[in-house]
């Protein structure tokens, strides 16, 4: 296990890519501390910032206030990382694999554009959770994300396939122009959610303002959603009785696009 | 003396048709300008007694002034370079080689703007058109949270909806003109329909007349809430539908508002889908005078069109990461060079007060409240009155700037360029 302690409170962004399982493992401890960052506009090692305890190792541990350092876990493919904190923008960007747990909040884009993997979020997200960047046609295309606290805006936009948990509640634009995949929202969903949806589902729990191209198609108890619920608990989270074996009002759209697209919410009656 | 066929360079519509009469060291008359051209013609056009540079307000020489700017930029580990949206094309590529000498951020007002629409367009495209083309086919105008009579007074007079054109010989009486807006401002005296929508409810709105030109029929119950009645949705559509050539002017209303981007996304939308029945296009009813110019420099030579930074030596873009209000709030820069803005007086607070807390440079034609908050503050001539130089129309097509009188100040463009050499030679490359 390899435990990265940051020295001191940084003033400027540090783009510290290199903190992945991939990079770290074989290396030396003068090796990974020797490991290429920039600071600001400036080059520097990961050591002038981070006190460096064990070998270079596939289980990586962070300590401190990382709200300032990006790209942690970008582009990952195994092994785990750990943040006891909060951690800055880009956090599990463009993974493929291995776990990622964060003790804290994190910045915007958490997990954009990621091919595999799962990211636990203890805190709250940015904006652009699970998204696309700009310019880009798909967003989180496979893997699982869970937010135990609030999701910014955009979450899930531009979403190709996989599963993203907000506990809490999520912003804007929800699921935005997502092309497959499942979002779902525990708590309130802000205004415009699923706009542009093409395929996928949306689940939420409370009764969020739809735009004029969705409509109602029936109220069922999708039996997918009893394996996600019950799969969701074995992660840790609490989730209620109610929800599994209650009924969902199925809104489909977005008309202006495929129309494919499902909104489902939990019927409270 | 009377100088004719001059450019102001003041507002988006750059309207080059201004005769401009100068008497001695200032300029007297402004004729054809309209009452904000006229303002910035006689203004700029008044002998300013500001010293050419000052250091903590206190006057010094260029060259000092020079120095000390450089070496305040050059110990930056994050400087954001921003404004530029009146000044010249030649000055702000001096400004996009700064910020990447100095490993910065460079962002222009665009990104408090009409940035969403810069976003819209990378997202879906843009089916826009030229002011010329409006001139002389549009029958159907359409201003969409955007209030021409005051921002852009020559704009209907001009462009859009009183002139006459190769296909609307009838001028005014040829074309039907829309406001929509959440209030009523004094463009609407000028236009045959005005629909007032809630706050907030553009993008419903705008996915309803989407879903109508699409064949398909809008929830009638969420339509409730926009503050229109079904009816005149569908009018609204059908009129759209059934015109020769249509064109949305897209205003701020749309794009700093709650959706941002995804407002004008709809808008780009709506545009695509009614081409599919009839041809029409949208303009961004862009501010200031080369705004658009800025957004086309930074294209041109980073392939973003503003919030670019460079701290790894290349180019990379993301809205909400390296722009402005980002920047500052967040406590993220730690050196500013801004270029012919006032970000103080306009920023939301936390950014104005983070600006005004670190080593800020400014350059501007006039005293501000950046300017006065700047530890060095340089005072330039006049891009259009007192230089050359090039500026984009709010369609993006370049206008040439004309000199009409001399100056004692130096350009935007020389300073910057004097700048670029100070950072130079301090970072040795």
Redesign the interface.
Known sequence: MTVLTLKSQLQAPLEAGVIVPDRFAGNSVAAVAGMPVTYGNEAACLGDFFKVAGAGSTEIVLEGDLGRVKNIAAGMTRGKITVHGDAGMHLGSEMRGGVINVYGNVGDWAGSEMKGGKIHIHGNAGHGLGGAYRGSRRGMNRGMIIVEGNAGNEAGAVMRRGLIVVAGNAGDFAGAFMIAGTLMVFGKLGIRAGAGLLRGTLVTFNQPELLPTFCYDCSYSPSFLKLILRDLRLQGLSISEEYITGCYRRYSGDFNRLGKGEILVYDQR | MQVDHVVCAFCGCVCDDISVTVEGDRITKAKNACVLGKSWFLSHGTPSDLPVARIEGKPVSLDRGIEEAARCLAN????LIYGLSSTSCEAQRKAVALAEV???CIDCCTSVCHGPSG?AL??VGEPTCTLGEVKNRADLIIYWGSNPAESHPRHMARYAVTPKGMFVPDGRKGRTVVLIDVRRTPSARAADIFLQIKP?KD??VL??L??LA?G?K???I??E?TGLTYEQLTGLADRMMHCKFGVIFVGQGLTQT??KH?NTSAVF?LVRALNRHVKFALIPMRGHGNVTGIDNVLAWQTGYPFGVN???GYPR?????YTVVDLLSRG?A?AALVVAADPISSLPGKAARRLAEIPLVSLDTHDSETTRSARIAFTTSTAGIHAEGTVYRMDNIPIHLRKVMDSSYPSDEEVLDRLLAGVKELKAC
């Open positions: 930056a580990r994050y400087p100095l490993g910065g976003m990378q997202g907030g993008f419903e996915w309803a989407q879903a699409n398909q809008p929830d009638e969420s339509i809430n709650r959706g995804f939308l460079f701290s790894l873009f993301n809205p909400g990461e993220e730690d």
